[in-house]
Structures are given as structure tokens and as C-alpha cells.
């Protein structure tokens, strides 16, 4: 594939590395133990793909979703650059430009 290419795919919850999830959490500045992730907004929990909590509205849910995902996607992108020795420059919220060593 060319460098210039971006490859997008999607993130399946039921499939994820604790690993890269505890640190996407402890990244977006939340914590999380064994009752749920504490976030700003609440409580939720992680069971397979769905994500729920009390008191939240769906579009509560579906932005704090999208916050989990995208970052888990910078968790695991930082983890293979890592991997390879590659260097990881954050060039916008949500684009990060990995430069070989």
C-alpha cells in the first residue's frame, strides 16, 4: 500500500486488547474499575459491542463511543509504531503522522 494511503476499519469492542483500553481510558482522563469506566458525564460499562449507562442519553452514549474508539485507535496505532520503531507526531486531533526511524 502507499504511504500516501489511509486505511480505515472498523473497531470491534467484543475483540479488544485490555491493554489498549486501559490506556485509552487513562488517556482521556477517566478511570475505570470494576463496576464500569468513570467518565464526566457518568458511569457506562463495555459489554461486547454495546456500551450502556444510567442516567445518559443515547446521544450521551454515542459521543463517549466515539471518544472510546477513536482513541483506542490512537492506543494501537502508538503500540505498532512502537513495534517497528517508528516515531508518532499527533499533527491534529484526530490525524497522527507515523515517521520510520
Known amino acids: 500500500m502507499p504511504c500516501w494511503q489511509v486505511q480505515t476499519v472498523s473497531l470491534d469492542l467484543k475483540t479488544l486488547n485490555k491493554d489498549h483500553l486501559e490506556a485509552a481510558i487513562k488517556s482521556l482522563g477517566w478511570t475505570m ?21 444510567r442516567r445518559m442519553t443515547d446521544t450521551d452514549l454515542a459521543t463517549i463511543g466515539g471518544q472510546i474508539k477513536r482513541q483506542i485507535s490512537v492506543e494501537i496505532i502508538k503500540a505498532a509504531a512502537a513495534r517497528n520503531k517508528w516515531g508518532v507526531v499527533q499533527a491534529a486531533p484526530n490525524k497522527i503522522v507515523l515517521r520510520r526511524s
Not at 474499575?33 to 449507562?53: A, E, F, W
Open 33 to 53: 474499575n470494576r463496576y464500569g469506566i468513570q467518565t464526566d458525564k457518568g458511569t457506562i460499562t463495555i459489554n461486547g459491542t454495546t456500551i450502556s449507562g
